[in-house]
């Protein structure tokens, strides 16, 4: 059994920051890709970040410059730290990993309840 538990949403006004921790805990053998995710009202879900691993990165488009991924392995812990927050980032966050519970088992994807982060104008 694996559980992916995400804190650290808010509100918070325009430019300000927030900080969203993931934590992954359970039978775990491997924690491969991690991620953020996003969902805002009416919108389909949008990757925001992801990490490997080895601590190569993706972003999205809308984020890059203004968000930062990071994980802690020994912790199978992801953070997201939000600079510069616009209303538009308004949504819930959810994270993601690919983990394997046992040697020569296939990585699953498991997801989180998701956390949400308001934007104020």
């Known amino acids: 059994q694996v559980q992916l538990v995400e804190s650290g949403g808010g509100l918070v006004q325009a430019g300000g920051s927030l900080r969203l921790s993931c934590v992954a805990s359970?039978?775990?053998?491997?924690?491969?890709?991690m991620g953020w995710y996003r969902q805002a009202p009416g919108k389909q879900r949008e990757l925001v970040a992801t990490?490997?691993?080895?601590?190569?990165?993706v972003y999205a488009d809308s984020v890059k410059g203004r968000f930062t991924i990071s994980r802690d392995n020994a912790k199978n812990t992801i953070y997201l730290q939000m600079n510069s927050l616009r209303p538009e980032d308004t949504a819930v966050y959810s994270c993601?990993?690919?983990?394997?519970?046992?040697?020569?088992?296939?990585?699953?994807?498991?997801w989180g309840q998701g956390t949400q982060v308001t934007v104020a104008s």
């Open positions: 993601a990993a690919d983990i394997r519970v046992r040697f020569g088992r296939p990585s699953i994807r498991y």
């Open positions: 359970g039978t775990i053998y491997i924690a491969n890709d």
């Open positions: 990490i490997t691993g080895g601590g190569s990165t």
